[in-house]
């Protein structure tokens, strides 16, 4: 795509980089062919993100799951590229390589550096050969990350204090899986923590009863007109922002005239001479109905824990 000549060049960038550095050849050549990949890959694409439903009992893994959820990307085209990628990838940044390099020169000790892995996987529905590929975040990371004033991680700093349960060990990592399947015609590239949770949705999409976008109410607009781009947000999926507890909020939600799940839809308009960018975003008049009977509640429930930090 026009974007293949930018990546070329950062690929060369980063092979003299890491030739500076006295990486191996082949190193080198795994990590510039992964960089490359990343801006020749499909940009027609169709792009979802959700929250995870069940929570494990350790607080640090749970933070991490409400975190992350679950996010999915489908792709036209051949997974070749994409497993690429992502092969390069885990085999530059899991080599003792980078691992030295960042340890001399940004002071990042290697207890804080992710652990990386991968293994093959069956989806029921998808074609042979999909993989996953495991990152396995140190909880040394997520406490020099809540120790930054500028980064915002509450969720996992109140995880990093709190105690585990009576005889169980607190969290050592928060594991995170990228899986890329293909069912002959579309590449799915999909993100959780939770990867058996992860492979369900995605043998879900090829279940004959599942509802698609097409039947979805409240998304004519986006049917409708040819865009640059487009797509549809609900409340529910800003359940983890809202500043309560994981059951407070689900507890809220469902108490909400329509649950937070009406599609505020938005589209994406852009044209070559500028090149000028407009996004707009319409809000129907049942979420701003939710809007309505969810912003007075957070209003209370932040006055409340403001009351509760004054000295």
């Not at 940004?106 to 996953?132: C, M, N, V, Y």
């Not at 994406?268 to 996004?279: E, F, L």
Request: proline share 7%.
């Amino acid at each position: 795509g026009r974007l293949k000549p930018l990546g070329r060049s950062l690929g060369e960038l980063f092979d003299a980089y890491l030739e500076a550095e006295k990486v191996p050849a082949a190193l080198r050549a795994q990590g510039s062919k992964a960089i490359e990949g990343l801006f020749d890959l499909n940009t027609a694409a169709v792009h979802t993100v959700g929250g995870l439903s069940e929570f494990p009992s350790e607080p640090l893994l749970a933070a991490g799951y409400r975190f992350f959820g679950w996010q999915m990307l489908e792709l036209n085209g051949d997974p070749k590229p994409a497993l690429s990628v992502f092969d390069g990838l885990t085999a530059a940044l899991g080599g003792r390589d980078l691992a030295r390099i960042l340890t001399q020169h940004a002071q990042i000790d290697e207890k804080a550096w992710p652990k990386f892995s991968t293994h093959a996987l069956t989806l029921r529905g998808f074609k042979p050969g999909a993989k996953a590929y495991r990152v396995d975040l140190p909880r040394a990371l997520f406490e020099k990350l809540a120790a930054k004033p500028n980064v915002n991680l509450q969720d996992f700093s109140a995880a990093l204090s709190a105690p585990s349960a009576k005889g169980k060990a607190v969290a050592k990592s928060v594991p995170l899986s990228f899986v890329v399947a293909s069912d002959g015609e579309h590449t799915f590239i999909a993100v959780s923590p939770d990867e058996k949770a992860l492979v369900k949705r995605l043998e879900s999409l090829k279940d004959p009863k599942l509802v698609t976008l097409r039947t979805r109410e409240g998304l004519d607009e986006l049917k409708s007109t040819p865009r640059s781009g487009g797509g549809f947000l609900t409340l529910r999926r800003f359940a983890n922002q809202l500043g309560l507890a994981a059951g407070d909020s689900a507890n809220l939600l469902n108490a909400l005239p329509q649950h937070g799940d009406t599609p505020i839809p938005f589209h994406i308009d852009s044209t070559a001479d500028g090149p000028d960018c407009v996004i707009t975003l319409t809000v129907p008049r049942a979420a701003i109905g939710d809007l309505g009977t969810l912003a007075p509640v957070l209003a209370l429930a932040a006055g409340k824990n403001a009351s509760l930090a004054a000295p």
